[in-house]
């Protein structure tokens, strides 16, 4: 397994680790949970999707070796309890949500799909990485607070990770993939969530409106 082309993605992985600790917690609060329902929730969703891809590819899932991530959760969660988070308004509580979400959701598409890409895989191997990364933390967070997962039923939810690990793979077979087309893929990816979230964009649903299919 040849790492050398591969870009260093640590920032974008703290950057998903961060977002997905914050939406963990918002989620804790909204429920009212207790504080060690809050943290378990906040961890499983911002470390849940990596034990998953880790467990695909039959490596040690790196959460249990390196302190990077439950540093970064730990700390995660103390400014959002600092600053006031579990204070705020619905509507803002909301708004937060979605793009702390959005951000994590983009951030582990991108790294989940270069392990995938690491591991020589084809393009269904680095979207299937991709996907699951991104999404396997947000329904384990749905599920521990009897929610239906996002991916079942909101908006581009899952259709972002795929876009998102697919472009990822385009970009590598290209040899266009460099910290600046990796950035410029980060912030389409997490503008095309926001945007079909405020827009409500979804995809068709069989059955709508009573119909039997």
């Not at 933390?137 to 939810?157: A, K, S, T």
């Not at 385009?170 to 040899?175: G, I, N, P, R, T």
Request: aromatic residues 10%; hydrophobic residues 55%; glycine residues 10%.
């Amino acid at each position: 397994m040849d790492t050398s082309r591969f870009i260093n993605m640590d920032l974008i992985s703290a950057i998903g680790t961060v977002a997905f600790a914050f939406s963990g917690y918002l989620v804790g609060v909204r429920k009212r949970l207790d504080i060690l329902g809050i943290i378990i929730v906040a961890l499983l969703t911002a470390v849940g999707g990596g034990i998953l891809r880790d467990m695909m590819v039959h490596r040690v899932p790196v959460v249990f070796y390196d302190y990077t991530n439950i540093i970064i959760i730990a700390v995660s969660l103390v400014l959002s309890w600092m600053i006031g988070l579990h204070k705020r308004k619905s509507e803002t509580f909301d708004r937060l949500f979605i793009v702390a979400d959005s951000l994590g959701l983009v951030a582990f598409s991108l790294t989940g799909a270069q392990v995938g890409l690491m591991f020589d895989m084809n393009a269904f191997g680095v979207v299937m990485l991709g996907f699951v990364t991104a999404v396997g933390g947000g329904v384990v967070r749905d599920m521990m607070v009897n929610d239906i997962p996002f991916i079942l039923h909101q908006d581009f939810y899952g259709t972002v990770a795929i876009l998102v690990a697919g472009a990822l793979f385009v970009l590598d077979q290209f040899v266009w993939l460099t910290p600046f087309t990796l950035h410029c893929l980060f912030v389409a990816g997490v503008a095309v969530r926001l945007l079909a979230h405020w827009r409500e964009l979804a995809l068709p649903k069989i059955g709508e409106g009573g119909k039997t299919v």
